[in-house]
């Protein structure tokens, strides 16, 4: 079975702590991090990257416009990650966004799987 992620990461540090997103998409590859919920035999398909939309946090529009173009490719998400470096900005950068709070949104929003976290190198 194949799941099919959606990772939105922090506008202001992405490609700072982390150039390319290459630690999500190892995580996705080894299973590690928050990837490793998903069984060893389930595909893991990154469909789309996306960042927050940038202070004070645009994730919800931003959201929506992922999921457009995703439809408009005939294509659909299963799983949103919220990045890690997303969390690291809320714990250390004084990011307003309520990670709690905007996983709820975004799940009753878009009914799917939200979660918080990628990876933890």
Do not use: W
């Not at 457009?68 to 966004?97: F, S, W, Y």
């Amino acid at each position: 079975m194949s799941k099919k992620i959606a990772i939105f990461s922090c506008k202001k540090i992405r490609d700072i702590s982390c150039i390319g997103c290459i630690k999500c998409f190892k995580a996705a590859a080894d299973r590690a991090g928050e990837f490793s919920r998903y069984l060893d035999d389930d595909e893991v398909e990154i469909v789309a990257m996306s960042n927050c939309g940038d202070c004070p946090g645009l994730m919800i529009p931003r959201t929506v416009l992922v999921m457009e173009n995703l439809r408009a490719q005939g294509r659909d998400v299963d799983v949103i990650h919220i990045g890690t470096c997303m969390v690291k900005a809320v714990e250390t950068a004084a990011c307003p966004i309520d990670l709690e709070k905007l996983k709820n949104t975004l799940e009753t929003k878009f009914k799917k799987e939200v979660v918080i976290g990628t990876h933890n190198y």
